[in-house]
């Protein structure tokens, strides 16, 4: 494809209308084009301007009522008891903040958000393209869903240079889901590598647990490997594509579990 | 929780900036400003009620578990919350083919000419909303046809080149005639620089 190819794919691109062909080779040439880049930040502003032309309807205050209610439900302080007056005045909110995955709404949370991803991970699949791509991500889905009802499993939130994710993990099944969502895109022949790290071993040490390439910074990751409940986990980038045998650069992204109050 | 007051005066930025910081009231202040608009965009695409409540619902929701996921360096807080308002509507439909079948072509397939006489709203809305058709206007029919067919039918352009009875690179060129046009109707003179929504300058 030459340039002017390219360029012309922008608007579809933006418009969330590209084949997913089209919409890979996009995506891996507008990594190193500045001038691709700038105009689908252009094209991005006259989508979100092209919603006006809707005909307005007035939502219906049930809306509002039950958006304040999610909200409030999440942003009900918990646990502040456990902090104590011992903790350092500054820890408290970040304390606060990272536990509260292992809550029962934090756990919902993480099911809306699996339901959220799902969808951005199908946005990426045409009509026609129900085939291997699909059955993968119906299975990670399966394997989440299995997950989040499972009361011995864990919530691990991952953070990095490559932004968040959230692993489900289950000791005693020996099986995980990393769900991601902003993962910068990769260069060709590369892959992203998920890691299991057994307590106090360091990252020689990592447990290979599967590779993927995110798709708009998506994935889904269906993962089997020896799960202890204070293993952490670590995704890097790695050469495609099967991935290393351990790590070869520094995690992208990495967690472990936090202590259950 | 400061006042609703307090909330209007700040920019959309800001708001979003309290939201990260668990703000609710940052959050209504945010819903307040773009819900509408959100809410008549995912009507338009998913057509069912209670579909495009739970687009607007999973929007907001997911900007208050994730405020920090927005980039300012890469474009409006608008336009963040109505690109993922679109994204969500398009995928419910591409899912539920059935609401396709719904409606009759000629719904999903344009731009729709009027706003129905008598809708209450907001001066500031109707205003970007008359600006738009008014750049849609200037479109050629074919180009129009392609745009709308995307945005509002959720179709892929493969898709749309199966409709309309063109080849896949016919709606291509169409596609990206049709945006550089309506980018170049669209630009404001002089206030490339402001960051924000007009509605964030109450």
Redesign the interface.
């Known amino acids: 494809m030459t340039h002017t190819d390219f360029e012309q794919l922008a608007a579809g691109y933006v418009l969330g209308a590209l084949e997913p062909d089209d919409e890979n080779a996009f995506q891996r040439h507008l990594e190193g084009c500045t001038v691709c880049e700038a105009s689908v930040r252009e094209l991005e502003a006259v989508v979100g301007k092209l919603a006006y032309s809707a005909t307005p309807v007035e939502p219906p205050p049930s809306l509002r009522a039950a958006i304040q209610r999610e909200v409030a439900a999440a942003a009900r302080p918990r646990g502040v008891r456990a902090t104590g007056p011992a903790a350092g005045a500054g820890d408290v909110p970040r304390i606060h903040r990272r536990r509260w995955t292992t809550t029962l709404v934090g756990r919902l949370a993480v099911a809306a958000s699996i339901v959220a991803l799902l969808a951005m991970g199908f946005w990426n699949l045409s009509l026609q393209d129900q085939n291997d791509r699909y059955q993968q991500r119906i299975a990670a889905f399966e394997q989440a869903s299995r997950l989040l009802n499972d009361p011995a499993a864990q919530t691990v939130r991952l953070e990095g240079s490559a932004g968040r994710a959230t692993a489900l993990v289950s000791s005693p099944q020996d099986k995980g889901v990393l769900i991601t969502e902003d993962l910068p895109a990769l260069r060709p022949g590369r892959v992203y590598e998920v890691w299991g790290i057994p307590k106090g071993e360091s990252l020689n040490e990592a447990v290979p647990a599967g590779v993927f390439r995110p798709s708009r910074g998506v994935a889904l990751v269906r993962f089997e490997l020896p799960v202890t409940p204070t293993m952490s986990f670590g995704v890097t980038e790695e050469p495609g594509p099967a991935g290393s045998r351990t790590p070869t650069s520094n995690p992208v992204l990495a967690g472990a579990p936090t202590t259950r109050a | 929780m400061r006042g609703a007051r307090a909330y209007r005066a700040l920019q959309d930025g800001q708001l979003v900036a309290l939201v990260a910081e668990?703000d609710?009231g940052a959050?209504?202040a945010l819903?307040d400003r773009y819900?509408?608009?959100?809410?008549?965009?995912a009507?338009?695409i998913v057509v069912d009620?209670t579909l495009a409540?739970d687009v607007?619902?999973?929007v907001?929701?997911?900007i208050?578990?994730?405020a920090g996921?927005f980039d300012a360096a890469?474009?409006?807080v608008?336009?963040?919350l109505?690109?993922m308002?679109?994204?969500?509507a398009?995928?419910?439909v591409?899912?539920e083919?059935n609401l396709r079948r719904r409606r009759t072509t000629d719904e999903a397939l344009e731009?729709?000419p009027d706003?129905?006489p008598g809708?209450?709203?907001d001066v500031e809305?109707?205003e970007?909303?008359d600006?738009?058709?008014a750049a849609?206007a200037q479109l050629p029919q074919a180009q129009r046809e392609a745009?709308a067919l995307?945005?509002?039918g959720?179709?892929?352009?493969?898709?749309?080149a199966s409709l309309v009875g063109v080849p896949l690179g016919t709606v291509?060129?169409r596609?990206?005639a049709?945006?550089?046009k309506?980018?170049d109707a669209?630009r404001e003179p002089g206030r490339e620089d402001e960051a924000e929504h007009p509605w964030s300058r109450r």
Request: hydrophobic residues 35%; charged residues 35%; proline residues 1%.
């Open positions: 668990r609710a959050l209504e819903y819900g509408k608009v959100a809410y008549s965009l009507r338009r009620e409540q607007v619902q999973e907001f929701l997911s208050w578990r994730d996921r890469r474009g409006t608008s336009t963040y109505l690109a308002t679109h994204h969500r398009v995928d419910v591409r899912r083919e731009f729709e706003p129905k809708v209450e709203d809305a109707a970007r909303r600006q738009v058709r849609l745009l995307a945005y509002f959720g179709y892929t352009q493969r898709e749309v291509k060129t596609m990206a049709g945006m550089r309506l980018k669209l």
